[in-house]
């Protein structure tokens, strides 16, 4: 028979204290999650709810109405396609310059390289709403208001700050060593870029479209300043037509948008998601 382990005060006070500071971190995290899921709550209450209001509710007797109201070209496909041309236009484009910029900030060291780097950063400091009255001063005298596609170069340039030191640091982590036994096979540095360095870091590119796409996706001052027809205007700036005169809010359609607006940035998440991850790519490419 075994003599029961005797633990010393300190060592049971700094148990108990472990605990207790468990337990605070524990309660700290659920009300962050509670601050969070009110939200979701009313999103889902108040799409099925005929008479929501701004309350967070159960509804009394779950309806449909306000997802048949919203479901239709006007209020939410054409905006929704409008959407998703802005931001994967906007995605596609950056992510091609930042490819572009950050290859040689990757693979060339020079003493310029820090000074560049820091000078992009400050790019990101920039709000956009101080620089939007030059910006939309120059779209009139080109005369390329309400053109989706300028507008998606101008979305492109917002976000290539950051775009380009994401790319450079995943960039970083693929060996150089690849792209030497390409080049001493005969392959020019850019068809060793195309074909050793982007495959390898393709979750990589996945996280800055992503973090690009979403951008261009929640991006509601932008499309509203530049895009004037409603017939080009994003469901970011269409969501403005549940809001009526002297308060009054479609708080059920409302709802009802807000979630079938989400979904496809939730589907976009699920499918990067589900591909490999950067270590399993670059697992065994190099041997020591």
Not at 2 to 13: C, L, M, Q, W
Not at 88 to 101: I, K, M
Not at 227 to 232: K, Y
Not at 251 to 277: D, N, T, W
Request: charged residues 10%.
């Amino acid at each position: 028979m075994t003599a029961p382990v005797k633990v010393s005060p300190p060592a049971a006070r700094a148990r108990g204290a472990r605990k207790r500071g468990s337990a605070l971190a524990d309660a700290v995290l659920l009300l962050i999650g509670a601050c969070f899921l009110l939200p979701l709550l009313w999103l889902v209450f108040g799409s099925l709810d005929a008479a929501a209001g701004h309350e967070t509710r159960v509804p009394q007797q779950p309806v449909l109405d306000n997802f048949a109201a919203v479901l239709t070209p006007d209020l939410l496909f054409r905006p929704l396609w409008n959407s998703l041309l802005l931001s994967a236009g906007t995605g596609a484009v950056t992510l091609a310059a930042a490819v572009l910029a950050a290859y040689p900030l990757s693979r060339y060291r020079s003493r310029f390289n820090s000074p560049f780097m820091y000078g992009v950063l400050f790019g990101t400091c920039l709000p956009v709403t101080a620089i939007m009255v030059p910006v939309y001063g120059l779209f009139v005298q080109l005369r390329l208001l309400d053109s989706l596609p300028a507008t998606v170069l101008f979305l492109a340039a917002t976000s290539l700050p950051m775009a380009i030191w994401m790319t450079r640091n995943f960039m970083d982590a693929v060996p150089l060593a690849l792209e030497e036994a390409a080049w001493m096979d005969g392959a020019s540095r850019m068809a060793a870029l195309r074909t050793i360095v982007l495959p390898l870091m393709r979750p990589g590119l996945g996280v800055v479209f992503i973090f690009v796409f979403i951008q261009a996706w929640g991006n509601f001052f932008v499309p509203f300043v530049l895009l004037l027809s409603e017939a080009r205007q994003p469901a970011a700036v269409s969501i403005f037509s549940f809001f009526g005169q002297h308060g009054a809010v479609a708080y059920g359609q409302l709802a009802a948008f807000s979630i079938l607006y989400s979904v496809p940035v939730l589907a976009l998440y699920v499918i990067v998601a589900r591909g490999p991850g950067a270590a399993l790519a670059l697992s065994g490419a190099v041997r020591g």
